[in-house]
């Protein structure tokens, strides 16, 4: 249902449809404002208006200032399955120049948005300083200044009683952001929600308003407290001309500000054109796909090297900055932490051998993978002794203890790994509290940040993850229900904060947040097969697109999926707006790729493949990178920490490929490699035997997987490739009688490191340790119950 009627005795014009009703208000002879009502289920909410329904200021022959708002006094309705409503006004300024203004509104039926398109012509040549598109007061005549929610992405993510444009996240003389150059707005979608009504703007910051130039602007305020007469509401709105080109970022009040002229050409149209979008939702975030329907899945940025290559090149990276004495890597250029072992970077290496067939190179790899390997391990408990105190902050750090377990199913040394992993386990349990969070415990140096002793999503994500990580692997009962405590706890929470704290505030938006609360949901998800879980891994998925850029500006090669770090400041001193930082987005991917596999709610998979992709763009391959600089040697193999976007300048400080926050694929070359088809973390099935819950991870993977209750043995397939060897844990058995390969008995053994084929039985733990060769595909296994 869509319909556009006239009141006959008022006059007022109502455009409606099943969601949303806008209300044009008829005043003596013209329209002034509409107001915008949203339909919850059972009645209508008025959220907003838009009053005037447009401003013009212009520069006179005597270069005097004129503004005037533009009230239409004639209109046209269209109706039929999409009703359209235009309005037109005439007006002469000063010196005789007529202005002709037309708006129209389209609405379609059963959608939750309204095209809006206002355009404006001038008989003769005039200067133009300001023309409104729509201006909409949010909140005005109904919740005032409330809100739940209010999102600018690339800048704003503000909860209830927060400011935009404040001092939270960053010094005062960066914190203004109400008027942003466009390059810092990652999904042109801004909108503010209150108890689950939203009303917000969409556009397409490419759209040439005059023909010629790009980049409507756009304001910003929650609450408004950048107009003079301060109001009880919410102000989103955009305008032309552009920022930065005739007006100046963040200047002055919402109206006349441009700096400088921009010259209208007589009878040559000026034109805006926005979504204007209304409606009832329960999970507010969830707005932001409706900038994927208007305009569509952004492309995935075009690469002069492909993937496979690029991982060719990473990998020679590694083997080239290996210190062999050492047993460590290069992990920066310049080498600001040091060279260590990374059980990541193991993992990626041995990863990439499987797909080797020179044996002397697969070797290589190997014995690179091996060494870095047993020397991470033999420091592995080097963070223990700090683990219960004031002086340890990030529990990103010890991530890679929990990384060994995806390796050794590869590699081998599986005690040695599990006993590494349960023992941060332990850690993780006696730092939590009792309802489930983990808190803020800053040194001197950090209090800055935030208080002691507060939480926030990112300092439980991370060991909520871990935590049900290991369950998964060892099935550990207290690590479950401490990881599902955590999960409960965090769940609560509404924004991704907290993630980065070695440098930035707690509070401060943050889209690893995101990428870490959805990896621990869906690690819950998978061990219960509670769908609760996997909605709230979708919830986090929303709330980390506001960080990814959706287009890409006319002169920037490098812009489109693009990740902003954070909506602040490291130490409050550097702001990250306009600043792509794109390990943090590679975190987001690699949570959105394991997402895809359970939900299809967005196209997850091609938002990942996108960041991949522009991370790949950034990666020194021998390829030219910005449009004026070729990168030294020394860099090839290596990514910018930063790349700025306004200038089009990389940061100084570059990463490894495989560097970044300690989970499997929080990095560039753990995303390629998953881009490509190669699996980086361990394949996972779980089984019901009896009335016992088995978990079964391989580093193959796992097919079929079934338990004869009859016969009393499970069975399942594993893939790898042909002449390889695998691991397996099954967790939650008793001692088998006997395991089967393809039917043929494999031994019991007491030592599957050194043994070619086997398994053993881990009593302690209630663990099977099964180490298989492949000689044929798929490979079946049978496990024989007493």
Avoid at 293 to 318: D, H, L, M, N, R
Avoid at 429 to 442: K, M, T, V, Y
Avoid at 578 to 593: D, F, H, K, T
Wanted: with cysteine; hydrophobic share 40%.
């Amino acid at each position: 249902m869509v319909s556009c009627k006239v009141n006959d005795e008022t006059g007022d014009i109502t455009l409606e449809n099943e969601h949303l009703r806008f209300i044009f208000k008829k005043s003596e002879i013209s329209y002034k404002e509409f107001m915008i009502y949203v339909h919850n289920g059972s009645e209508w909410y008025k959220v907003g208006l838009c009053s005037p329904i447009a401003r013009f200021t212009y520069k006179s022959n005597a270069l005097m200032n004129y503004s005037k708002n533009i009230n239409p006094t004639s209109y046209k309705i269209n109706e039929g399955d999409n009703a359209t409503l235009e309005l037109y006004s005439k007006e002469v300024d000063v010196d005789g120049v007529e202005w002709n203004f037309q708006f129209k509104f389209s609405l379609k039926p059963n959608e939750r948005r309204v095209l809006a398109k206002y355009a404006v012509t001038a008989s003769k040549s005039r200067q133009l300083l300001f023309f409104s598109g729509p201006f909409l007061y949010v909140g005005e005549g109904s919740f005032g200044a409330n809100k739940d929610l209010a999102i600018f992405p690339g800048l704003e993510y503000l909860l209830s009683n927060e400011r935009s444009s404040s001092k939270n996240d960053v010094a005062e003389v960066h914190m203004h952001r109400f008027l942003p150059h466009p390059y810092k707005i990652t999904l042109p979608l801004m909108f503010v929600s209150y108890k689950g009504y939203v009303l917000g703007l969409a556009w397409n910051p490419l759209y040439k308003w005059d023909g010629r130039n790009a980049y409507i602007s756009a304001i910003f305020a929650s609450p408004n407290w950048v107009e003079m007469k301060k109001k009880e509401n919410h102000l989103l709105g955009l305008f032309v001309p552009s920022v930065p080109k005739w007006i100046n970022e963040n200047c002055g009040g919402p109206y006349g500000y441009a700096y400088k002229s921009y010259f209208m050409e007589p009878n040559h149209p000026v034109n805006i054109e926005a979504w204007i979008i209304a409606g009832f939702f329960e999970e507010p975030i969830q707005v932001l796909k409706q900038w994927f329907e208007i305009y569509g899945i952004p492309e995935i940025p075009a690469t002069s090297i492909k993937p496979e290559k690029a991982i060719e090149i990473s990998v020679q990276t590694y083997l080239d900055r290996f210190d062999s004495e050492k047993h460590v890597f290069s992990q920066n250029v310049p080498e600001s932490w040091g060279p260590h072992a990374s059980p990541l970077t193991s993992l990626q290496l041995w990863i990439h051998s499987l797909s080797v067939n020179n044996p002397h190179y697969k070797n290589k790899l190997r014995e690179v993978a091996i060494k870095a390997m047993r020397k991470f391990l033999s420091t592995a408990d080097s963070f223990i002794p700090y683990a219960n105190g004031v002086k340890y902050r990030w529990w990103t750090e010890i991530g890679s203890r929990f990384i060994l377990l995806d390796l050794s199913l590869h590699a081998g040394l599986i005690e040695e790994c599990l006993k590494v992993a349960g023992d941060y386990a332990k850690v993780f349990i006696a730092n939590q509290r009792p309802d489930g969070s983990f808190g803020f415990l800053p040194d001197e140096s950090h209090k800055i940040l935030g208080e002691a002793g507060d939480t926030a999503v990112g300092l439980c994500a991370f060991p909520a993850y871990n935590l049900l990580k290991y369950a998964r692997f060892t099935g550990d009962q207290k690590s479950l229900e401490a990881g599902l405590k955590a999960l409960n706890f965090m769940n609560t929470l509404k924004r991704p904060e907290g993630s980065q704290t070695w440098e930035c505030p707690l509070h401060t938006p943050d889209i690893v947040a995101s990428a870490q609360a959805i990896l621990a949901n869906l690690e819950a998800f998978k061990i219960t097969g509670n769908d609760e879980y996997l909605s709230k891994a979708v919830f986090w998925a929303y709330t980390g697109l506001p960080f990814i850029y959706t287009w890409g500006a006319l002169d920037r090669r490098i812009m489109k999926y693009g990740s902003i770090p954070v909506f602040g400041s490291t130490f409050y001193l550097h702001p990250w707006f306009g600043q792509i930082v794109q390990w943090c987005g590679l975190e987001y991917a690699y949570s959105l790729r394991l997402l895809s596999d359970y939900d299809d709610s967005l196209p997850w998979k091609t938002f990942a493949d996108g960041i991949t992709m522009c991370g790949l763009q950034q990666q020194a391959a021998g390829i030219r990178m910005c449009e004026e600089n070729v990168l030294d040697e020394k860099y090839r193999g290596y990514y910018p920490d930063s790349y700025d976007v306004i200038n089009n300048v990389f940061s100084s400080y570059w990463l490894a490929p495989g560097n970044g926050p300690e989970i499997p694929g929080g990095n560039l070359l753990s995303n390629l490699m998953m881009l490509t088809g190669k699996n980086v973390e361990a394949s996972f099935s779980i089984l019901n035997v009896g009335k016992k819950k088995v978990y079964i991870n391989s580093s193959a993977i796992i097919q079929d997987p079934k338990f004869d209750a009859e016969k009393k043995y499970l069975t399942f397939k594993l893939n790898y490739p042909i002449n390889e060897t695998s691991f397996s844990i099954i967790a939650g058995l008793q001692k088998p009688e006997k395991v089967t390969r393809n039917g043929v008995e494999i031994a019991e053994v007491s030592n599957i490191d050194v043994a070619d084929e086997g398994w053993k039985y881990l009593p302690e733990q209630a663990l099977l340790l099964i180490k298989s060769q492949h000689l044929s595909a798929p490979t079946l296994i049978k496990v024989f119950l007493t």
